[in-house]
């Protein structure tokens, strides 16, 4: 069994969603009703890889919303106890979705282990990074010839380089797909020499350098509040990647020539009978999810219940190629610029 | 997706999550608070040792088991004893009295009338559920002392849980109305509980919204475990939110 851990992308969706589903009590509720409403698993699900294989899975939502990133102890406590509930049902394999594995990561949650009676064991769950970063990587690899960039003169900027999907998507296009050269941006500068000395290339820049260099822009990182992109220096045509959480990036760049792709976002081959993506906002919420929940799917289909992507800068080439042609043999596709999904060839 | 291009994520950076703070025992506001605490505990665990004395008279088939438990609880309310004079605290228990006071009478009720079921819902879920939440949330911020006693009671209430449940869930269909009634008639007086003792607890560093969450994943899990489904529970969480 797979598990998806989720939450709405804001407080009003939540409330929406939740009286959708009945919970009136909840949807009614304050932010302070919502910080004590214990995480709820709202559907179960089966899902059918290309292969013929079925598997079941659950989602689970949270209770959190992005209002209470600045409640630490709430958003701490609503990731663990999302994931002791998907323990306690027996999931063997449970994806961490949206703000989830930020908060895992960033509020070091490892020193958690320990939720009331239950020891969570880290190996039933995923952050999905992985598969997101073989996902971006081949978006770059599909998209850019579409709008008629060669990516083997190409520069492309990674903004995010020294995160976990960043870094892992670095590794790929240099060793991978060629391309000309990679611009990494990053605040913080060490990391970002330690992967240069890595890769055995790219440039580092600061933001404002590598916008009106880059013919595409692979966006992984958390973006400034105050942050304004001017669309008239960027080059044309640039395809830009959002691959962050939530996405809001047309609305910064939005501009002929400038074409901006919803990264990290696969679609299944076929219906999934589950009304819970629709809070994520996709496009075609039956077939449409993010690539980290996806890769719990791909991870139960393969019977491989292990805690695959997990920690930082852990992802290899080698595990990419894995989950990767995990997700072709089982019918995911990748998002693509038409809005319609294309065959993927490894 | 684990790297947000989004400005809410600032907050999140490079917090020290590391140590959680204990209070100081010593001052005095936090011994004025611990009097009620404490007292509450010390009263709970004295009801539930009468309560379940009385349910051992209604399902006389496990009288046994259920002075087994009882006894248990007596032993937590000696365990709890020690840990107030080990701060040099003396317990309020008029206060504890008082605040048990509803939920002691709709027990009573219930027990004059036979009522099997509420009896179970009222101690064995509801009080079982409350004192596990706050027990867990008390552990990490108790005095040493105290923490050593916490850990070994918290093991214990859940064989109490459990017994409730076990039965509830063997007789779930016969017992179903009535627990739906009971529920609406209890869980709102644990709510109210839980708010009069929010800033005592607040001073021994447990939260309210951890209580109220804590509580309700273990009351829900419950009802679960009995044989409602997910919307039943839902309607019947409602009463405390």
Redesign the interface.
């Known amino acids: 069994m797979f598990g998806l851990i989720g939450h709405s992308t804001s407080f009003e969706a939540a409330r929406r969603k939740a009286s959708d589903l ?5 949807a009614g ?1 304050d932010l ?2 919502w ?8 559907e179960n699900v089966e899902v059918t890889s290309a292969t013929g294989k079925t598997i079941s899975g659950a989602y689970i939502d949270s209770c959190f919303v ?1 209002e209470m ?2 409640r ?3 958003a ?2 609503k990731v663990l ?1 999302a994931m002791e ?1 998907a323990q ?1 049902k027996g999931i063997n394999i449970t994806a ?4 989830t ?3 895992f ?4 949650l490892l ?1 958690h282990q320990h939720v ?2 239950t020891t969570l064991e880290w190996e039933r769950f995923t ?3 992985t598969h ?1 970063a073989w996902v971006i990587s081949r978006q770059v690899e599909n998209n850019a010839p579409l709008l008629g960039i060669d990516l083997a003169k190409a520069k492309v900027a990674v903004v ?1 380089a020294t ?4 870094s892992a998507v670095c590794r790929w296009l240099s060793s991978r797909t060629g391309v000309a050269e990679l611009l990494l941006v990053a605040r913080q500068q060490q990391p970002l020499k330690d992967l240069q000395a890595e890769l055995g290339g790219g440039r580092v820049l600061s933001l404002e350098e590598a916008l009106p260099e880059a013919d595409v822009v692979v ?7 105050t942050l304004e992109i001017d669309s008239a220096s960027l080059k044309k045509p640039c395809l830009m990647i ?8 047309d609305a910064k760049v939005a501009c002929e020539g400038v074409h901006v792709l919803k990264g ?1 976002i696969v679609e299944f081959g076929s219906d999934i009978g589950w009304t819970m993506m629709e809070i994520a906002e996709m496009e075609k919420p039956q077939r449409q999810m ?1 690539a ?1 929940f996806a890769e719990a799917m791909l991870l139960e289909f393969e019977e491989c219940h292990t805690n695959f992507s997990w920690g930082r800068n852990n992802i290899t080439l080698e595990k990419m190629d894995f989950i990767g042609a995990a997700s072709v043999r089982h019918g995911f596709s990748t998002l693509n610029l038409q809005g319609q999904p294309q065959a993927v060839v490894v | ?15 020290d ?2 140590a959680e703070q204990l209070p100081d025992f010593t001052t005095e506001a936090y011994k004025d608070a611990y009097s009620r605490i404490n007292a509450i505990v010390i009263e709970g665990e004295q009801e539930a040792y009468d309560n379940y004395m009385s349910l051992g008279t209604m399902i006389p088939e496990h009288a046994d088991e259920l002075v087994r438990l009882a006894k248990m609880e007596m032993k937590h309310m000696k365990g709890f004893t020690a840990c107030g004079r080990n701060l040099g605290v003396e317990a309020d228990l008029p206060f504890a009295k008082e605040f048990f006071g509803p939920l002691h009478s709709n027990f009573k009720t219930a027990f004059k009338e036979g009522k099997v079921v509420t009896c179970l819902l009222i101690q064995a879920l509801l009080i079982e559920a409350f004192a ?2 706050a027990y ?1 949330i008390y552990i990490p911020v108790a005095d040493p002392f105290a923490r050593r006693i916490t850990e070994g009671v ?2 214990d209430e ?1 064989t109490h849980l459990n017994y409730g449940q076990e039965w509830l869930k063997a007789n779930f269909e016969a017992s179903k109305e009535e627990l739906f009634a009971a529920n609406k008639a209890n869980l709102p007086l644990i709510r109210s509980m839980l708010d009069q003792v929010a800033s005592d607890a607040a001073t021994l560093h447990m ?4 209580l ?3 509580f ?3 009351y ?2 419950a009802l679960s475990e009995i044989g409602f489904n ?2 039943e529970i ?2 019947m ?2 009463a405390a ?1």
């Open positions: 009945g919970f009136d009590h909840i509720g302070d009703v910080c004590s409403a214990p995480p709820q698993l709202v992005p990133l600045s630490f102890k709430t701490r406590r106890n509930l306690k961490l979705g949206g703000f594995s930020i908060i990561e960033n509020f070091n020193q009331r009676s952050t999905g990074n997101t995010g995160g976990d999907i960043g966006w992984v990182a958390s973006m400034p509040r959002d691959g962050g959480y939530p996405k809001n990036l990290g993010f980290c | 997706m684990p790297t947000p291009v989004s400005p809410e994520v600032a907050v999140l950076d490079e917090r999550t590391s596990i939440s867990h918290v093991k859940y939260e309210k919204e951890d109220i969450e804590d309700l994943i273990g829900q899990e997910m919307r839902a309607r969480a409602a939110l």
